[in-house]
């Protein structure tokens, strides 16, 4: 009886769809029909840009807040001499995360893991060279006041500055 081999699928490496678009294309393909990635309808696609931007956010601000209490020495939950910075790499790796599936649903795609997602973004943001809409992109830095007491935002301030506003 001839012992037959079961074929495993290798994965690209992200290495390989930047070089190649026809392989990335395909790799994506693969993923949505493994429905890994799906497409979003404009509702939930806005709605998810917002979502996902939120928790970004929100991992970043948990991520500071434990960076600097640990700077201070603020933080005595564990042994002695043990940091959190391992914690705080990687929260900020799920921020990160959060935000490439904002970037996502800003075309209209969601993502069900990892290596998708980073499919995905190669394909619609590199090869076919899709950008943001400014509608998209939020920035608490645009929000925040240029300096304590000033009621101008800097966004606000660089509009002036250039004459947009």
């Known amino acids: 009886m001839m012992n037959r081999r079961k074929r495993i699928r290798r ?11 026809e392989l990335c294309e395909q790799s994506l393909r693969y993923f949505e029909r493994q429905m890994q990635v799906r497409r979003l309808d404009q509702r939930q696609a806005k709605e998810n840009v917002v979502g996902h931007m939120r928790k970004s956010f929100h991992n970043l601000s948990l991520a500071n807040q434990i960076f600097e209490n640990n700077q201070k020495g603020g933080l005595r939950l564990g042994y002695a001499g043990e940091s ?3 914690w705080v790499v990687t929260i900020g790796y799920y921020a990160m995360y959060q935000a490439c599936l904002a970037a996502l649903a800003a075309v209209r795609k969601a993502s069900e893991n990892h290596t998708a997602t980073v499919c995905a973004l190669t394909y619609h943001y590199v090869h076919r060279r899709k950008r943001l809409n400014e509608q998209y992109v939020v920035s608490r830095y645009d929000k925040e006041p240029c300096r304590p007491g000033c009621p101008k935002t800097h966004q606000q301030k660089t509009a002036a500055r250039e004459g947009i506003i």
């Open 84 to 86: 959190f910075y391992d």
């Open 11 to 21: 994965i690209p490496a992200w290495q390989d769809w930047l070089k190649s678009p």
